[in-house]
C-alpha cells in the first residue's frame, strides 16, 4: 500500500512539474508568436493595399454578415451562377488604410472561408472606397501543394488586381469578362472558396460605404 501511495506521488509530482515547464515554455513563446503574427497581417495589408502607412479599426455588426450572406444567395441565383460549395464564412476584421498624409486609401477586409479543401483558409482583401479591388493576401492557406496552393501563385492572385466589378465568378474553359477568373486546374474547390471570399469582402465594404443601409 505504502508503495502505491509513493508511486502515485511520483507520478503526481513529475506530471506537475511536466506541466509547469509545458506552461512556462508557452508562455515565453506567445509574446514571439504574437508578434510574428503582428508581423505577417501587416505584411498582407501592406501588399493588398500599396502606400498605406497606418489604418484604424472599423466597426461591423451582424447586419452587415446578413447582408453578405443575402447578396451571395441574390447574386448567384439572379445570373445562374453555379457553385461547388455554398458560402461558408466570415468577416474577421475590417480597417480603413490612410498613407502618410492621412488620407484614405480603402479598406482592407480578412476574411475566413470555411469551404477550402483543407478546411478553411483565411485572406485580405484590399478594396478602395468605390469597389476596385486592389488585391489579395493569403494570412493561411494549407491546400493541396501543387493544386490548391497554386492559389498563393502571382499568375492566381494577380487575376483580381485593379478589377472594379459587383463580383468575381470562377470558369473552367478560360475567363472572358473582367469579374471572371480562370480556375485552378483540378483544384476549383480551392478557386470557389477564394471566390467566395474575395466576393464577401466586396460586399463588406458595399455595405459599410452605405450599399447596404
Not at 48 to 71: L, Q, T
Not at 72 to 91: H, L, P, R, Y
Not at 102 to 108: A, F, M, S
Amino acid at each position: 500500500m505504502i508503495k502505491i501511495v509513493k508511486n502515485t506521488l511520483i507520478l503526481f509530482a513529475i506530471t506537475l512539474v511536466a506541466g509547469l515547464g509545458l506552461g512556462f515554455v508557452y508562455n515565453v513563446t506567445s509574446d514571439a508568436r504574437a508578434d510574428q503574427e503582428e508581423k505577417t497581417k501587416l505584411s498582407a495589408y501592406e501588399s493588398v493595399m500599396p502606400g498605406m502607412d497606418g489604418f484604424e479599426n472599423v466597426k461591423i455588426d451582424n447586419e452587415c454578415a446578413k447582408y453578405i450572406e443575402n447578396r451571395m444567395k441574390e447574386n448567384e441565383k439572379a445570373d445562374n451562377i453555379s457553385t461547388i460549395k455554398a458560402f461558408s464564412g466570415e468577416v474577421d476584421e475590417v480597417v480603413l488604410a490612410k498613407n502618410k498624409e492621412g488620407k484614405n486609401l480603402g479598406y482592407i477586409v480578412t476574411v475566413t472561408d470555411k469551404e477550402a479543401y483543407s478546411g478553411s483558409l483565411q485572406m485580405t482583401v484590399g478594396i478602395k472606397e468605390d469597389g476596385t479591388v486592389m488585391g489579395i493576401s493569403f494570412l493561411s492557406l494549407s491546400e493541396t501543394p501543387g493544386l490548391g496552393m497554386k492559389a498563393d501563385e502571382d499568375s492566381f492572385k494577380s487575376q483580381f488586381q485593379n478589377k472594379k466589378v459587383d463580383y468575381f465568378v470562377y470558369e473552367k474553359s478560360g475567363a472572358e469578362s473582367d469579374n471572371e477568373i480562370d480556375a485552378i486546374s483540378s483544384a476549383t474547390i480551392t478557386t470557389n472558396a477564394v471566390t467566395h471570399g474575395v466576393n464577401a469582402a466586396i460586399y463588406c465594404v458595399d455595405y459599410i460605404t452605405g450599399g447596404g443601409r
